[in-house]
């Protein structure tokens, strides 16, 4: 088992810069794929980006590529985040999340463990 607690949420003007951090403990961090989604209200959970068990492989939705980076240290069991050039339509809560197996996936029903989330406003 793992818990994951997200943190670094905000508020942001336009075109700013927020990072995002996802602490994990429990079961060894490295045994997971890693996620991040993120809703909207009124919206279903989408995908913003993941990566492999290993962090050799990284995934983003269209809306994000090119301005969001994920990556893991895992010397400090912790994923991060680093959303550039923010718009407001980036408006929402956070999850971190992680999935068993080495390979990520852009479908939150894939992933077993979740974080509580962090909110992230991005005023225009």
């Known amino acids: 088992q793992v818990q994951l607690v997200e943190s670094g949420g905000g508020l942001v003007q336009a075109g700013g810069s927020l990072r995002l951090s996802c602490a994990a403990s429990g079961r060894t961090f490295s045994s997971y794929a890693m996620g991040w989604f993120r809703q909207a209200p009124g919206k279903e959970r989408e995908f913003v980006a993941a990566?492999?068990?290993?962090?050799?492989?990284?995934y983003y939705s269209d809306s994000v590529k090119g301005r969001f980076t994920i990556s893991r240290d895992s010397a400090k069991n912790t994923v991060y985040l680093q959303m550039n050039s923010l718009k407001p339509e980036d408006t929402a809560v956070y999850f971190c999340a992680a999935k068993s197996g080495y390979s990520s996936s852009r479908t939150p029903g894939d992933y077993y463990y979740w974080g509580q989330g962090t909110q992230v406003t991005v005023s225009s």
């Open positions: 990566e492999s068990r290993s962090g050799g492989r990284t």
